[in-house]
């Protein structure tokens, strides 16, 4: 369903709509019960002449089981929440698979930093990839993201993946994510970090190995160039 509305581009995706869904079901039809009897007694015991308005405490049995049964029903609704949400939180938040790449994610007023290994695979060396609101990856491949700020909080945002999480300036905080199938979709910010949030968006290119490669090979400077040219 909200797969229509924004397609589900990660693992994980999946998971989180049917989450979400789960909840707006057991909650919707909560909703619907509880405005259904609102109006109903509204209108069965509304003002008629000649009959004087009855004060409820709602302390005997027989009332007071209309708050306890439906009570105990949303405390089932609730529990299922709670196994579905836990599972999933494990899955993406405290669960971390084994990366086949590691990525950093630097966000700033108002721009993303995205540096990825050069050829020799190792991040923090002379031949990584820096490159500006645009974030290119490979599908089918598990990465980890190293998410930092370097001012103030901003939230690293792609909606594709239903991944969103905090960028906190001092922490270097770890996530992962695995897509499905290539495109070009949105990231953006989503914690408001100051008068350029709005406009503090990006794109993330997931590409097939072949286009990845090409892509790698295009942009990395080779290490012994960097180094001589220092
Ligand atoms: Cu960065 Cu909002």
Not at 29 to 38: N, S, T
Request: glycine letters at 8%; hydrophobic letters at 45%.
């Amino acid at each position: 369903m909200i797969e229509s509305h924004l397609p589900a581009v990660s693992t994980y995706a999946k998971d989180i709509d049917s989450l979400i869904l789960l909840i707006g079901v057991l909650v919707g039809f909560w909703f619907f019960v509880c405005q259904g009897m609102f109006f109903w007694l509204m209108f069965k015991f509304r003002a008629r002449e000649g009959h004087r308005t009855t004060y409820v405490t709602g302390e005997e049995k027989e009332l007071a089981r209309w708050v306890h049964i439906p009570h105990y029903l949303v405390l089932v609704c609730d529990l299922f929440i709670i196994v579905g949400a836990v599972r999933v939180w494990y899955d993406v938040k405290q669960n971390l698979p084994e990366p086949d790449a590691t990525v950093r994610v630097i966000g700033q007023q108002w721009a993303w930093t995205f540096v990825q290994p050069g050829p020799d695979g190792q991040l923090d060396t002379p031949d990584d990839i820096r490159t500006v609101d645009n974030l290119h990856i490979e599908v089918g491949k598990t990465y980890h993201y190293k998410l930092e700020s370097k001012d103030v909080l901003h939230n690293f945002s792609v909606p594709v993946f239903r991944l969103k999480q905090d960028a906190v300036p001092g922490r270097v905080i770890t996530g992962w994510f695995e897509a499905t199938r290539t495109g070009e979709f949105d990231i953006q910010c989503a914690e408001i970090c100051g008068i350029g949030h709005g406009i503090m968006k990006g794109r993330i290119k997931i590409q097939s190995p072949e286009e990845h490669s090409a892509w790698m090979a295009q942009n990395s400077t080779p290490a012994i160039a960097t180094a001589s040219a220092e």
